[in-house]
């Protein structure tokens, strides 16, 4: 699947609901229905289980965010989860609208929960660049992997890649800067060429936390070819990364941008210019500016160009006309043909 050689040109765009569905099993489905029909190839949730990923203390910890949902930290935490119990249900939702069914452990018993319900494609936060440990884990279930390199630096994204393909080749690094939102002057695109030549044997793309659609192009003009998107189904929702998502429409076009990309390059064929139905319709043809005498040679001076229902020589071909000796008498106002002259 993120094999370069078998990705190709072709993008592949991850939806990043995370933790956006507010823990609503309605809500999740209704992520996979919508941006799925919008272009996702593939829908990204998170898993976690708070008590073994938060030490007692800091689950417990008092929460006074205007975009808590509880009262402490771990509440707080535990109301946006989905339930173990609905995570099959969301795959199959997945099997049903043509995605593949992604999801983000955050720590050993997620991993665990995520490969008894064959989640097909494993993410690795930027949170755990470095975490060769669980990295080691998530790669040796065998599935795709995707890993953010946000806020690492390139030993430690050298040392995750490393163990990464120590188990196989299926994996994607995507840029990312961890800042949310992420204003267009820090994104740093740049730095996706710099993962191509470090990384030739991955795939490499974007994450990104930015509120628009323009840094999936640029992206891809840089290199990338998977892309990961924040999506939300209304920015004014409570919650921490809703204001920075995208939502049905914006993340539609940002598919459809990145995928127009790759045909926007190649120049049109030299056989096509100039033959545009613009130019049948509104074209100038050559003429004669003043009546040319047989024998007379053709020069600035002599020529014009009007508009006719049938096209002659068109004006853009006078370079090849300047030089030539009329054959006949050609009359002021007349279009000029390749037979009326010579040399």
Request: hydrophobic share 40%; glycine share 8%.
């Amino acid at each position: 699947m993120f094999r370069r050689e078998d990705i190709g040109e072709e993008p592949f765009v991850i939806a990043e609901v995370g933790q956006n569905h507010q823990g609503d099993l309605a809500t999740a489905r209704e992520f996979i229905r919508i941006f799925a029909f919008e272009g996702a190839d593939a829908v990204k949730f998170q898993t976690r289980n708070n008590k073994y990923l938060f030490s007692q203390d800091a689950y417990e910890a008092p929460y006074a965010s205007e975009n808590a949902f509880a009262e402490t930290y771990g509440a707080h935490r535990e109301h946006l989860e989905l339930k173990p119990e609905w995570l099959p249900i969301l795959k199959e939702d997945c099997i049903k609208y043509g995605v593949k069914f992604m999801s983000t452990p955050f720590d050993e018993p997620s991993l665990e929960l995520l490969q008894q319900i064959d989640v097909d494609i494993l993410k690795i936060a930027s949170f755990d660049l470095g975490n060769l440990p669980l990295i080691h884990r998530i790669a040796s279930t065998g599935k795709p992997v995707v890993m953010s390199v946000g806020g690492g630096k390139i030993e430690q994204i050298r040392s995750s890649v490393e163990v990464l393909l120590n188990h196989h080749d299926e994996v994607a690094i995507l840029h990312c800067v961890s800042e949310y939102p992420c204003e267009y002057s820090r994104l740093g695109l740049d730095t996706i060429e710099v993962l191509l030549k470090e990384f030739p044997g991955c795939t490499i793309g974007s994450s990104d936390h930015f509120n628009g659609t323009l840094s999936g192009p640029v992206a891809y003009l840089k290199g990338a070819r998977v892309f990961e998107k924040h999506v939300t189904l209304n920015r004014a929702w409570k919650g921490t990364d809703h204001s920075f998502a995208l939502e049905p429409d914006g993340f539609r076009k940002f598919v459809r941008d990145i995928k127009r990309v790759r045909h926007m390059m190649p120049p049109k064929a030299a056989d096509d210019l100039g033959n545009e139905r613009v130019f049948k319709k509104l074209g100038k043809s050559l003429v004669a500016y003043a009546d040319i005498q047989p024998g007379e040679k053709i020069t600035l001076e002599n020529l014009s160009g009007r508009i006719f229902n049938t096209q002659y020589i068109p004006v853009r071909e006078s370079n090849q006309v300047i030089g030539s000796i009329a054959k006949r008498h050609i009359a002021k106002g007349e279009p000029i043909h390749y037979a009326d002259l010579e040399g």
